[in-house]
């Protein structure tokens, strides 16, 4: 009893006064507010560095070239803290855009395309769940597998070839507006608005929480854990499914490899974000942030001339500082 | 023959003074000291959680000591990290076998100190010595017919165990410390293991011998050094004692209030929950049992028989498990996985806390709704006010050391972390609680206040089962018991058994020598 009485007597001020640093910087939402400061700063540069950068056409242009990635990340994120990773949702995109034009060329209805590719998407998702919960086989290798077979397809069903899709009201998905804002910029908000919800306040969003951070001592507690990473790879399969189809949409055209070269701009959203890649952490605020930053550095650099290789290697120098300084300050919280 | 050296007046080569360590201001170790000479077997006994793997970890490098001092021949020895303890001759077996079973039983022999000669400047693994050098030892240890180039984990168990000694003596070991070494071996495989050691003490190496099994202790020590919470409680020469008074240093026979007052025999109340015929490959063969309304059942067995597994076969936590029957209030549930047992009204808490009873980054919160979330559900969201003013109940009520309900539980301490293991169950209303190893690494303090509510609760109704390795635990506690050896029943004890008959029970190899110790008493 003296033993484990003698433990509060024994820090002193100090150790209070580290307390309190630490319980700020261990704060959940501490990650998201330090991202969200970095994106005002960028911001601030920008408009600074170019005076065509903060006009609200150029501001627009950031979030609908950002919002079918955006889309993608916003389901990859609960993937993720659920202990999932799904690399082929960026192939499914490119896969949906081909099946929605194909039918179209052969006369189907473009609805009724959709709506396979949607379905299509939530298969893929199946697949990947199946292989996963199933199987038992890693995410990584699972979905790397299905990413090449799924990119494979589409050259196959398309011969490499972009199939162009010009009806109106199919391209006003990815270019027209609703109450002055772009469609695909109002889609993805509501798709982050929904996953929040869901994560935050429901009994699914703490089984993706509780799967994540330690799928043994869940499974023992009665969390469907299998289940669960089920619906996740499924959501990830038909979020690809509807980036594929906005991007389609305004893009005019299916191109088959249109959405492939996206998938790390995803992961790196998600990670930094502030998501654990090894479950259990993470929100999708933190993600929409982090696409945020990612489409607006773009824009920035692009506007400032700077060469798309050169962009390249600036994400990469974003990407790992932001997460050596996440990591840095879940190492001072402890 | 050796005894002489041993009583000799050459100083010991391997001296322990005053040794003191604490984790986060609770002490596990006070002023412990021993000695061992060259060619000394010197057995450390304890219970659970005495502090015996503690100091063999700041033995060999894994922690390092707060206070006292390690002499090797007379040397003051300053031990920090792993490497400094191979420097220094001493070498750790752990109770778990650590082999690469995809090398070669040359290279795991070898692992760590390769041989090597260079060609045209590159270091290259010199084969022919590493193998030469395996031939040597594996002779030594009477392991001749295995060679040197075979795959590792084609060898039986018990030959890998002695491979893993090789590896201990390839760094030139002076001082070997084995932890359960005969944990998961046949007898047969036992007997030739204690031929090596035998054999190495007869060569001069020292041995500290860490197990469970008294007959294994007698058999092959020197002498027996007993801790008990952290300090020594008794030193005997082998020879000149018994295995009742080590028993009683080791257990003690002062439990004091630890454990609260047992409650009448029920032998009338209800029966909760029946097992019948609960078998699992390996692990377990046709074990019944039955709880009853407002009864602490124990179930105790050393490691290895079993006792690990018997709390999550019932909990349908092990697929491959099968029983005859498995009835809860009279139904026939079956096996049928945690998810439908949280539902049928059983609850579970897991031995292996960190693993498998915690979400560690998910707060106290989080953590205790987690399998009766549904209680805290209205029309699909969360009630997380709710969730949060019963948290806070059950932290008041079980005097839960933390922050509050939206700490992440993996920086509360054991015995706190382990009150929310078992609070979690009771914001629902099961009906049979099975608690794996309750107070594992759990301080004293909070041992008592987990005893108590265990208590508290069967007197409200619950039927209880704890699983323990813990003798003293499961005599301190159980109204009934049952003990396993080898995955059968070997006994089924009353309200009045001690610790020492739950551990005489447990060992089926030391049966013939009691009866011959008695008759000669």
């Known amino acids: ?334 | 023959m050796t005894d002489e050296r041993t009583e000799g007046s050459r100083n010991p080569r391997l001296q322990i003074a005053n040794v003191t360590k604490a984790f986060a201001g609770v002490t596990v170790l006070k002023n412990v000291s021993l000695s061992a000479h060259a060619g000394e077997i010197v057995a450390l006994l304890g219970a659970n959680g005495a502090g015996k793997s503690t100091l063999m970890k700041i033995l060999s490098g894994v922690y390092t000591l707060d206070g006292g001092q390690i002499r090797i021949d007379d040397k003051i020895t300053t031990i920090t990290t792993p490497q400094d303890a191979i420097a220094a001759g001493i070498r750790l077996m752990p109770q778990e076998l650590s082999v690469h079973p995809d090398l070669s039983v040359a290279e795991n022999i070898a692992l760590g100190s390769m041989p090597k000669r260079r060609f045209a400047g590159i270091p290259m693994i010199d084969r022919p010595a590493m193998d030469w050098q395996a031939e040597v030892l594996l002779k030594r240890l009477r392991l001749d017919h295995v060679a040197p180039g075979r795959r590792m984990g084609s060898l039986p168990l018990s030959e890998q165990r002695i491979v893993e000694i090789a590896r201990a003596l390839s760094g030139k070991a002076q001082i070997l410390i084995m932890d359960e070494p005969t944990a998961s071996l046949g007898e047969a495989d036992a007997d030739n293991l204690f031929a090596v050691i035998e054999a190495l003490k007869a060569e001069g190496v020292t041995i500290i011998y860490i197990s469970h099994y008294l007959d294994e202790v007698f058999r092959l020590s020197d002498r027996i050094v007993v801790l008990r919470d952290g300090e020594v409680r008794g030193q005997f020469k082998t020879g000149e004692t018994s295995r009742d008074e080590v028993l009683t240093a080791m257990l003690g026979s002062d439990l004091g209030d630890l454990y609260p007052a047992k409650s009448a025999a029920r032998s009338d109340a209800k029966i909760v929950l029946s097992v019948e015929g609960l078998s699992l490959a390996g692990w377990l063969d046709g074990v019944s049992l039955s709880v009853r309304r407002g009864e602490v059942f124990g179930v105790f067995g050393l490691i290895g028989s079993g006792t690990e597994k018997i709390g999550r076969a019932i909990y349908g936590a092990e697929p491959a498990a099968r029983a005859k029957a498995v009835r809860l209030n009279d139904i026939d549930i079956g096996l049928s996985g945690p998810r439908k047992s949280v539902r049928a009204g059983i609850g579970f808490v897991a031995a292996e806390r960190k693993r498998q009873g915690l979400i560690g980054n998910l707060s106290v919160r989080t953590n205790t709704t987690l399998p009766y979330l549904s209680l805290f559900t209205q029309s699909g969201v969360v009630d997380q006010k709710r969730e949060d003013a019963r948290t806070r109940d059950w932290i008041k009520t079980l005097r839960v050391k933390t922050s509050g309900p939206d700490q992440e539980i993996r920086l509360l301490s054991g015995g706190n972390q382990q009150k929310i293991c078992l609070a979690r169950w009771l914001l629902g209303s099961p009906s049979f609680l099975i608690l794996e190893e309750p107070t594992r690494g759990v301080d004293l303090g909070a041992r008592r206040e987990i005893y108590a509510e265990i208590r508290r609760l069967a007197e409200a109704g619950l039927a209880i089962l704890i699983v323990s390795s813990d003798a003293e635990e499961v005599a301190g506690l159980a109204d009934r018991s049952l003990v396993l050896e080898d995955g059968k029943v070997t006994a089924e004890l009353g309200q009045d058994a001690t610790a020492t008959d739950l551990m005489r029970a447990a060992e089926p190899r030391s049966a013939s020598r009691d009866t011959n110790e008695l008759e000669k008493a």
């Open chain 1, 1 to 334: 009893m003296s033993k484990s009485s003698s433990i509060p007597a024994a820090p002193g001020v100090s150790k209070k006064q580290a307390r309190s640093l630490s319980d700020l910087l261990g704060r959940p939402a501490a990650g998201i507010v330090l991202l969200l400061l970095f994106y005002i700063l960028l911001l601030a540069a920008f408009s600074l560095l170019s005076p065509y950068f903060l006009t609200l056409s150029n501001l627009s242009n950031i979030g609908t070239n950002m919002a079918f990635i955006g889309l993608m990340a916003a389901a990859g994120t609960p993937l993720i803290i659920g202990g999932g990773l799904d690399l082929s949702v960026a192939a499914v995109a490119g896969l949906a855009g081909v099946i929605v034009a194909l039918m179209h060329s052969n006369g189907i209805n473009i609805w009724v395309g959709c709506f396979t590719a949607l379905i299509i998407g939530c298969a893929v998702g199946v697949l990947n769940g199946f292989i996963v919960t199933r199987l038992k086989l890693n995410p990584l290798i699972a979905t790397l597998g299905t990413m090449s077979i799924f990119s494979g397809l589409s050259m196959v069903m398309t011969g490499g070839l972009s199939k162009p899709l010009f009806i109106p009201a199919f391209n006003w998905l990815g270019s027209g507006r609703l109450f002055a804002i772009p469609f695909p910029i109002i889609l993805m908000l509501l798709v982050f608005v929904v996953l929040w919800l869901i994560l935050s306040k429901t009994p699914f969003g703490r089984f993706v929480y509780a799967t994540g951070g330690n799928p043994e001592a869940s499974s023992l507690l009665g969390v469907p854990v299998e289940r669960t990473q089920m619906v996740l790879y499924i959501v990830s399969g038909l979020s690809g499914a509807s980036a594929g189809i906005i991007l389609a949409a305004m893009l005019g055209a299916a191109a088959p490899n249109a959405a492939g070269q996206h998938l790390l701009t995803i992961i790196a959203a998600i990670i930094l974000g502030g998501t654990s890649l090894f479950g259990g952490r993470g929100s999708v605020w933190g993600t929409l942030i982090a696409v945020l930053i990612l489409g607006t550095l773009n824009n920035g650099l692009t506007l400032m001339n700077v060469s798309s290789f050169w962009q390249d290697v600036t994400r990469g120098v974003v990407l790992l500082m932001a997460v050596g300084l996440d990591q840095l300050r879940v190492r001072l919280q402890s």
